[in-house]
């Protein structure tokens, strides 16, 4: 079951960093590229279940994250893995993918790239009777997984994903993901496009998109704390603007048509942009 799709509420937020406003950038210059991140919200909790992720919705799935239970003859097993391009270590064959810290980078020249290897095990726990053993660089542990993946264009990229498993492997949880859309570009663990400026901007702009998906048309609901023009653009998972229109709006509550008639079905991410602030959402057209 592919909860990405089906079970959750995935709230986009797209931090393109190229192209902003000076004071914006000032803020934010510590990013190179343009990331895209997604909120798993609310966390996906894995008890005997699987996650997949496609970074960049380009119909592919990237990553697999997946919780087993098994018992046989008094030997219960619980297992925590990932299928996908990940940084590991090797160990008695098995590959087990690393705990990086926030701030970690993820990049080409990282020596611990695992690409041969089917699955990574993130924690695994055997127990008999009152025997138990465990494995794994993150049983009882909270941190960032790095990911590189082949988009459908044939491009490299660099991704994180931010999860915890339980101490004893009873689950796994996700808390979000991104990737960086420059490809061949590092990003560091964490990085979600939006460092030291996201409670600023949240608390001055904020917008949704109904009914979502949709087919023809939708309506953007704009909530300013500032009056002025803002710059709606609507742009493919490569960062294209594919349409833009400028709109006025005071303070407070406001609505604009979107006309997405002359979309292909697919996924789309809707940049509102302000004199100082800029917010990004997810819309999905239908056929």
């Known amino acids: 079951m592919d909860h990405t799709t089906q079970k959750n509420k995935l709230t986009d937020r797209w931090k393109a960093y190229t192209g902003m406003s000076a004071a914006f950038m000032a803020v934010g210059a510590h990013a190179d590229g343009q990331v895209i991140y997604t909120d798993v919200d609310p966390d996906q909790v ?30 219960n097993i619980q297992a925590a893995a990932v299928s996908g391009e990940v940084l590991g270590t090797v160990t008695s064959s098995f590959m087990y993918p690393l705990v990086l810290a926030a701030g970690a980078p993820i990049d080409p020249a990282n020596p611990n790239w695992q690409a041969s290897y089917a699955f990574g095990t993130l924690a695994i726990r055997y127990s008999y009777g ?41 689950n796994i949880t996700i808390y979000g993901y991104a990737f960086n859309a ?21 608390a001055a702009l904020d917008a949704s998109i109904f ?32 349409i833009a229109q400028q709109v006025n709006a005071g303070t407070g509550t406001h609505r604009f048509d979107l006309d997405l008639s002359g979309l292909a079905a697919g996924t789309y991410f809707v940049e509102v942009r302000g004199e100082d ?3 990004m959402r997810k819309v999905t057209k239908e056929g």
């Open 211 to 242: 009914p979502n998906p949709a087919t023809h048309n939708a309506t953007l609901q704009l909530d300013a704390a500032k009056a002025g023009a803002y710059q709606v653009s609507i742009m493919n998972s490569m960062g294209q603007v594919l």
């Open 130 to 170: 009152s025997s138990t053993a465990v494995y794994g660089n993150w049983l009882g542990q909270n941190g960032y997984l790095g990911v590189r993946f082949t988009s459908g264009a044939g491009d490299t990229h660099f991704a994180w994903v931010h999860l915890s498993v339980g101490a004893q492997c009873e």
């Open 277 to 279: 602030q800029v917010v």
């Open 182 to 202: 420059t490809p061949n570009t590092a990003i560091n663990a964490g990085d979600d496009g939006s460092t030291g400026m996201r409670d600023a901007v949240a």
């Open 46 to 75: 894995l008890v005997n279940d699987q996650f997949t992720i496609d970074f960049d919705n380009d119909g592919n799935q990237d990553l697999l994250i997946l919780h087993s239970t098994t018992s046989s003859g008094g030997l």
